[in-house]
């Protein structure tokens, strides 16, 4: 079993940066791809991104390509998810998820999930 925590969540004003944290554990989390998803109210979970802990591979959903950017730091078990420029319309729930499908956005195959951070963009 794998298991997620989020962090880094929080209020900042449009056009500035915030990046979260996914810190990972578990026997077979290095199988794993980590993806990020964010969630506003009223609207549907969403896919971002993900990055495969092997090698470290990436990919975007099209409309955060340049404006997010993931990594990981294998020694810390933890994957990020660094956020510039953004709009208040990236207000969201952020969530990490653990998925043994590379490349996939789709929900259904990530089996694992975190509780979720909060971010907040103030206009």
């Known amino acids: 079993q794998v298991q997620l925590v989020e962090s880094g969540g929080g209020l900042v004003q449009a056009g500035g940066s915030l990046k979260l944290s996914c810190a990972a554990s578990?026997?077979?989390?290095?199988?794993?791809?980590t993806g990020w998803f964010r969630q506003a109210p009223g609207v549907e979970r969403e896919f971002v991104g993900a990055?495969?802990?092997?090698?470290?591979?990436?990919f975007y959903r099209d409309s955060f390509k340049g404006r997010f950017t993931i990594s990981r730091d294998a020694a810390k078990n933890t994957v990020y998810l660094q956020m510039n420029s953004l709009k208040p319309e990236d207000t969201a729930v952020y969530y990490c998820?653990?998925?043994?499908?590379?490349?996939?956005?789709?929900?259904?195959?990530?089996?694992?999930w975190g509780q979720g951070t909060q971010v907040t963009v103030s206009s």
């Open positions: 998820a653990a998925s043994k499908s590379w490349p996939t956005a789709l929900i259904r195959m990530y089996d694992y």
């Open positions: 578990g026997r077979t989390n290095r199988e794993y791809a």
């Open positions: 990055i495969t802990w092997s090698t470290g591979s990436t």
